[in-house]
């Protein structure tokens, strides 16, 4: 099964974790603990890679068993700039969604096969849907993230804008599609995207960017 992954954040904000200033470097770095470091016994904790990892939920010293798991240095090389390797595109990607979601104002998901994300981008189209507010659209906007897509993964964006109209159109839409299945599907994203309006307002207090619409979707 695919599986559809939207987060509201903006763009700008994913891109500048890419050689990030070393205050924000280290923010990052302990939400990557945070999110990833299994909880522990305390009396596990002794000497420097105890109380450092481990950070990608296995003990260190050993060994991972999936040559895409993430480890430090992926992490490192987000927050440092540097080059990603093709062979650990999987595992940093892995890793700057994990951040991306850690700083998201919201987030959803929903399993979608290849072939039910066209389905679905066809009825909302019936319904008088836009093109370009189908999710096909979205994935297919380049985020300009300076990391290469790897086979089965597909990553775009939209701006906040845009996320707002899409739920609006999805809305308007809904006496018109005719399976439940896309109809609750519509109706489930469009409440979600309602929510761009009140987290642009509270980025704006915060002085964050306002969120935009980036949307991941895993082939099966």
């Known amino acids: 099964m695919g599986e559809l992954r ?45 109380r450092l990892g481990p950070i990608f939920r296995r003990v260190p010293g050993t060994p991972v068993l999936d040559p895409d798991d993430p480890t430090p240095d992926d992490l490192e090389r987000i927050l440092t700039g540097a080059y990603v390797p093709r062979e650990r595109n999987v595992a940093t990607w892995r890793v700057l969604e994990m951040l991306i979601k850690e700083n998201s104002w919201g987030a959803t998901g929903v399993g979608l096969t290849g072939e039910e994300l066209d389905t679905f981008d066809f009825a909302l189209a019936r319904g008088g849907v836009h093109a370009a507010g189908g999710l096909r659209h979205l994935l297919n906007t380049p985020t300009e993230l300076p990391l290469r897509l790897p086979s089965g993964l597909s990553v775009g964006f939209h701006t ?8 609006e159109s999805y809305r308007q ?3 018109e599609i005719e399976e439940q299945d896309h109809r609750n599907l519509a109706y489930g994203l469009a409440n979600w995207l309602d929510g761009f309006t009140p987290w642009t307002r509270i980025a704006a207090a915060q002085g964050r960017p306002a969120p935009d619409l980036v949307g991941f979707w895993s082939a099966p």
């Open 6 to 50: 939207l987060y509201a954040i903006g763009v700008d904000e994913v891109r500048d974790m890419f050689g990030a200033p070393a205050g924000r470097a280290e923010q990052l770095r302990s939400q990557a603990v945070a999110a990833l470091t299994p909880a522990q016994n305390p009396a596990d904790h002794q000497g420097l890679l105890s």
């Open 173 to 175: 839409a809904l006496p």
């Open 160 to 167: 906040g804008d845009q996320a707002t109209w899409m739920a």
